[in-house]
């Protein structure tokens, strides 16, 4: 379907009062304690024993999911916590999927870069309008821009999330029209290049960029050049509601909250994985599916001690010497994150079917990890 521009324009003026909030580039995290006691002498004690392994730290945070941390070719942590389904009593598993949310940017960039390859794009650094003469400000915006979200480009998921709900049936071309609506009416966020803000805008321009020139469907491209050369055969574009024979179930707090319109996370966050699947993915990423050139690209390099940087569909972390590169996602009933340590040989796979709206889990075990384990 089209969407008029006056409906365009009525949901971004009722949504964009809530507009992600801005992901800057500051210190990544604040100390968290996991142990608490009532005297002063305690609190020291606590403090110093307060990390005694990668599965306390999971176990205390209330971690629900499959966790896979690995630490020079050895497992601190490779089990599931709590259960997939509550009322089947279902355990976590290996070999069960998950919705992996915005850890699919991670494939939709690695898309791109297969385009490079495959000869289809020159250059990171081409823009937009060499695509679409038409996209509002096209010429301003490179692909490493959007890569980066430092394309200034509004995010369209609450106005879309918003028209969703008032009945309208959106698939990725009606999305892209909301997003150019968007940026005709209010302009972009800030100059391309001069700031940072995270935006799933940026991913799905990218992944209609894979469909339009591989001239395939994003998810037939990534599974011909992802998947299937790396054995990936639990990986899928997830559905509106799950399988829960072979798919976890979702949760938030305590309820059942499984089901999303998957066509609004197109190249964003539309992948269902395993552990076993994501294992395999990040190990690929650590190891060799990047070349050393095509890695300098992707990562962003020299990132201050405990600052957090944007690369190319890749966070990257350092913390002292010792550097973190991850992506995480957060969809309805699911949060995600794969990241790896090089200075350590270190893979994380963390899926959790337990919904948690302000990110804590995750960034507490990023903090323990690198503070703690790898340092």
């Known amino acids: ?6 409906l365009v324009s009525n949901l971004t003026k009722n949504s964009m009062c809530k507009t992600l909030n801005q992901l800057k580039i500051v210190v990544l995290l604040s100390v968290l304690t996991l142990v608490t006691s009532c ?4 609190d020291n004690n606590a403090q110093n024993n307060s990390y005694t392994s990668a599965e306390n730290v999971l176990t205390d ?5 499959y966790a896979i941390i690995t630490k020079n070719g050895n497992d601190l942590v ?47 650094n081409q823009t937009l309008d060499e695509f679409d003469p038409e996209f509002p400000n096209g010429n301003q915006i490179t692909i490493a821009q959007l890569l980066s979200h430092q394309s ?18 959106l698939d990725e071309d009606d999305i892209y029209e909301v997003i150019t609506t968007m940026i005709l009416e209010d302009g972009l966020n800030f100059t391309p290049g001069s700031g940072k803000q995270y935006s799933n805008s940026n991913f799905l321009i990218a992944a209609l960029l894979v469909q339009e020139l591989s001239q395939m469907s994003y998810h037939d491209y990534i599974q011909q050049n992802i998947f299937t050369p790396l054995g990936m055969t639990n990986t899928y574009k997830g559905n509106n509601s799950i399988n829960t024979n072979n798919h976890a179930e979702g949760y938030k707090n305590g309820n059942v909250n499984s089901t999303y319109p998957m066509t609004i996370a197109f190249g964003v966050g539309d992948f269902s994985s395993t552990p076993n699947n994501m294992e395999i993915w990040t190990d690929a990423v650590k190891n ?10 992707i990562f962003a390099q020299n990132v201050p001690s405990g600052f957090v940087d944007f690369g190319l569909g890749w966070f990257t972390t350092q913390e002292g010497d010792t550097t973190m590169y991850w992506h995480g996602g957060d969809i309805n009933g699911y949060w995600s994150m794969i990241g790896f ?28 990890l690198l503070t703690n384990e790898f340092n």
Request: no cysteine; aromatic share 10%; glycine share 8%.
């Open 152 to 169: 200034g480009i509004p995010d369209y998921q609450f106005v879309v999330e918003d028209a969703y709900e008032q009945g309208a049936t």
């Open 1 to 6: 379907m089209n969407l008029s521009n006056q």
């Open 39 to 42: 005297s002063t002498d305690d």
């Open 341 to 368: 340590v090089p200075e350590y040989n270190a893979t994380i796979v963390l899926l959790s079917n337990n919904q948690d709206d302000s990110g804590s889990q995750r960034s507490t075990i990023i903090e323990q």
């Open 61 to 65: 945070i209330g971690f629900q999911g």
């Open 288 to 297: 060799d599916w990047f070349t050393a050139s095509e890695k300098a690209e």
């Open 78 to 124: 490779r089990q599931g916590f709590g259960l997939a389904n509550q009322s089947s009593a279902k355990p976590q598993d290996y070999n069960l999927a998950y919705r992996i949310g915005s850890v699919t940017k991670t494939l939709t960039a690695a898309a791109i870069v297969q385009l490079k390859r495959d000869g289809l794009i020159n250059s990171f």
